[in-house]
């Protein structure tokens, strides 16, 4: 385990092979979204003020932004990868329970426990439409891009050994 200390209820993960830095959420006593070096060094919390249930978490390689869903606020957010330039892309005016989430080019998939069903947001604009309603409950999703499968950096020892 690369990074198991001061953990509390970690819930989503996600990696950036180029920057070398992995980022994950808790939302334990102390909700928080923290990152650090593939190696577990240099570990930050990035987002820890007005933040619940940080659910899901996606990278967008392309605009450099981290986006993650809060089920206890009803909302997406954004900020840069080191936490900066924080902002609101949705914010539901209904109970909705999001939970899993994507990025794929200019739109936002996250699942939603409330009526089990996928969503697609705009992260220009937040404009929010149903994709579908699902059997079951959703839980994690994830979109294959080969376009976010490039880079291995320098501050990634474990996979840079790999090449």
């Known amino acids: 385990m690369v990074v198991k200390d001061n953990l509390d209820k970690p819930r989503a993960i996600t990696l950036d092979p180029a920057g070398g830095y992995m980022y994950w ?28 249930w940080p659910n899901g978490l996606t990278l967008d ?20 990868l ?21 990025v794929q080019g200019s739109h936002l998939y996250w ?26 409950r959703p839980f994690g999703i994830a979109v294959y891009n080969s376009s976010r499968q490039t880079g291995i950096s320098t501050n990634n020892k474990m996979l840079s050994t790999l090449k």
């Open 25 to 52: 959420t808790d939302w334990g006593a102390t909700p928080k979204i923290e990152r650090a070096f593939m190696s577990g060094r240099r570990r930050e919390t990035l987002i820890d003020t007005g933040i619940t």
């Open 111 to 136: 699942s939603d426990w409330s009526d089990n069903s996928l969503y697609r947001t705009s992260v220009e604009n937040g404009v929010t439409t149903l994709v579908t309603y699902l059997n079951n």
């Open 61 to 80: 390689m392309v605009r450099r932004r981290l986006y993650w869903v809060d089920a206890a606020y009803n909302r997406i957010e954004t900020s840069l």
């Open 82 to 102: 080191d936490g900066t330039a924080r902002r609101v892309v949705m914010k539901a005016s209904s109970d909705i329970h999001p939970f899993g989430l994507a």
